[in-house]
């Protein structure tokens, strides 16, 4: 398969085939996203595409799920993507979903008949990161978008019948604006209701922007009891059914659930941690 650097998809998809059709993220301008820093957004071209497809429909037979890296190829036209799916269709018959990241931006470029079709096509999930549910926020860390226009893209995805997983990230608002971003964050989640929610916990790269103010003291991330304060925040003020996962390797408390249904429970077990009953990962075990 032909891969251009480091290869990014949500923890869901470590079964899937992994096929890249764009290099990078059409916006890659997030403070604290170190993910593409060393990729020029770049969209492959059909022959590359199709040698990958014809490798994976001998090789990858016993493989049902297709994700199309990189950061964003939803951004891609709506013909290129057609045409993609029409060959993985043809190709590999035994694939049963195919996913991709999509930013609210490659959301909107889409019609919702564009977004239905692909769905017949076969687009199952698609993975959008929220970040934070406030406007401030939003806008220091250049995520281009707003609580709103992310509702909005939420509602897209939705009406095209097409599962939303949405990312946020505990800690982006330091210690002093915690709280406030935990809350404005589940209340634009309960909005958006998505299918499923994944809680991140930040960590710092030298190579963003956020990575130097952190150096220069200017950043200061919230040690683990404060994130998991703004954990039990957030799952306080998401009033949505959604399955909930806090399992990520950047997090303190591996955590998954149904909400609301076990929201007593997720939160039963932040308070224990806070206690100190049940022990946390260590931060040197933490990853990306
Ligand atoms: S967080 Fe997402 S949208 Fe922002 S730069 Fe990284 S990949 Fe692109």
Redesign the pocket.
């Known amino acids: 398969m032909d891969y251009v650097g480091q290869i990014i998809r949500p923890p869901s998809e470590a079964n899937s085939i992994i096929l890249q059709v764009t290099v990078g993220?059409?916006?890659?301008?997030?403070t604290?996203?170190g993910?593409?820093k060393e990729k020029r957004f770049s969209i492959k071209d059909d022959a590359t595409v199709d040698a990958d497809i014809q490798f994976a429909s001998q090789y990858c037979r016993k493989q049902h799920k297709v994700f199309l890296a990189d950061?964003?190829a939803l951004i891609l036209p709506f013909p290129r993507l057609i045409r993609i799916f029409k060959r993985i269709k043809q190709d590999m018959p035994w694939v049963r979903r195919v996913s991709l990241?999509g930013?609210a931006r490659s959301i909107r470029s889409k019609t919702s008949e564009q977004l239905s079709v692909l769905k017949e096509l076969g687009l199952d999930r698609v993975y959008l990161?929220l970040?934070s549910g406030s406007d401030t926020i939003l806008s220091k860390v250049n995520?281009?978008e707003t609580a709103q226009s992310m509702i909005q893209a939420a509602q897209h995805i939705k009406q095209a019948g097409l599962f939303l997983s949405v990312t946020v990230l505990l800690g982006l608002a330091e210690v002093a604006g915690s709280e406030n971003h935990a809350i404005e964050t589940g209340k634009v989640l309960s909005k958006m209701m998505p299918n499923q929610i994944a809680a991140l916990t930040l960590m710092v790269l030298e190579n963003t922007e956020l990575g130097k103010a952190y150096s220069r003291g200017e950043f200061q991330i919230p040690h683990a009891y404060e994130m998991l304060s703004e954990l039990k925040v957030l799952v306080e003020h998401i009033d949505t059914s959604a399955q909930f996962h806090a399992n990520h390797a950047s997090n303190y408390l591996p955590i998954m659930g149904r909400l609301p249904r076990d929201k007593e429970k997720i939160l039963a077990l932040i308070h224990e941690a806070q206690s100190g009953a049940r022990q946390l990962v260590p931060e040197g075990l933490r990853r990306l």
């Open positions: 993220c059409s916006h890659n301008k997030c604290f996203c993910a593409y950061g964003d990241y930013s990161g970040e995520k281009g």
